[in-house]
């Protein structure tokens, strides 16, 4: 029986300074796009009298705000190990995503409140519609075709640095697409004179972003429980194990997320008249197959005991 762990040599430092280079490129693209776009869209949208612009230009500002957070906790996500936090403090991240999520779920309730009030009461005209400029539509189809550049480049980096907060961000481009279409389609209609349609189309801007804020708040938490591996990981730390020579079966696969990073535990089952040293070769095995395999393990723990007739090994599976 045994315990070990593995501490590969790679150039995880060279990795990790290309991820905080996309990551930081990711992040300062959409702060400085979304205070253009918020000085642009508040302005026209009060301008050219376009509640749905407005609104709009709202969910830029409140983009601006959160970036500033993430910033902040992306730099403390980059802190090095210590006696507290031996495996270092990644985890920021996940946290600066439930920001995120937390400020677009607000900006969502707020921007709703306000259209549907306006909407109604326009609908029931109980107030004065003011005419909207057609500038108000040109500013909602450039921030579409923004968006979609920067929802493009965002979710690109996201998926190769498997940063959770940069995903988060590309997301909320997304969302900023739909919010803007919105927008576009109330401006047009209350251009032809169905003035009561732009607030309302602010109010359909607001549920995309609520959704999008829940969607975020969402994987952020299951991230923070730990619920990994999937069985798609799980599946193919098996698969992988299933060529190691002397292990008989694969009994348990725990994984823990630390940033972009998994730290894993396997339990193995092996013959068990083989030595001490024969077991420690197997384990060593396990772990260089694992990092090599996967780029995002940091590290392996491996404990192996020998199969018995009476072991729950006997119904493990190596793979699945």
């Not at 909320?172 to 576009?184: F, G, R, T, V, W």
């Not at 959704?211 to 990981?233: C, Q, S």
């Not at 730390?237 to 009994?251: D, F, H, P, S, T």
């Amino acid at each position: 029986m045994d315990n070990k762990e593995t501490r590969p040599d790679r150039t995880a430092d060279d990795n990790s300074v290309e991820r905080n280079d996309a990551c930081d490129f990711a992040v300062n693209i959409g702060l400085y796009s979304n205070v253009f776009l918020a000085l642009l869209k508040t302005a026209v949208g009060i301008v050219g009298h376009s509640a749905a612009l407005l609104a709009d230009g709202i969910n830029s500002t409140s983009d601006f705000v959160y970036y500033v957070a993430v910033k902040i906790f992306m730099r403390l996500s980059r802190m090095p190990p210590d006696d507290e936090h031996p495996y270092g403090h990644s985890q920021f991240e996940t946290i600066a995503a439930l920001v995120v999520g937390a400020f677009i779920i607000t900006t969502g309730v707020a921007i709703f409140w306000e259209s549907a009030d306006r909407g109604y009461h326009l609908y029931k005209g109980a107030v004065e519609a003011s005419e909207i400029s057609i500038y108000a539509l040109w500013t909602a189809l450039f921030t579409i075709a923004l968006k979609i550049g920067l929802a493009v480049k965002t979710r690109k980096i996201g998926a190769q640095t498997r940063n959770p907060v940069v995903s988060a961000l590309a997301k909320d481009h997304l969302n900023d697409i739909m919010a803007s279409s919105a927008a576009a389609v109330g401006i047009l209609l209350a251009l032809f004179g169905y003035s009561w349609v732009d607030p309302f189309a602010g109010a359909i801007v607001s549920l995309f972003i609520l959704k999008t804020g829940v969607g975020i708040l969402k994987d952020a938490a299951m991230e923070l429980m730990d619920t990994v591996p999937g069985r798609e990981l799980d599946a193919d730390i098996r698969a992988a194990l299933a060529g190691v020579q002397g292990i008989k079966a694969v009994e348990e696969v725990r994984a823990h997320r630390f940033g972009p990073h998994f730290i894993v535990n396997v339990t193995l089952c092996v013959e068990g008249d083989i030595p001490v040293t024969r077991g420690d070769e197997i384990a060593t095995q396990a772990e260089t197959t694992l990092c090599a395999r996967f780029h995002y393990i940091r590290k392996v723990y491996v404990h192996y005991h020998p199969g018995a007739p009476a072991s729950p090994c006997e119904n493990a599976k190596i793979s699945q």
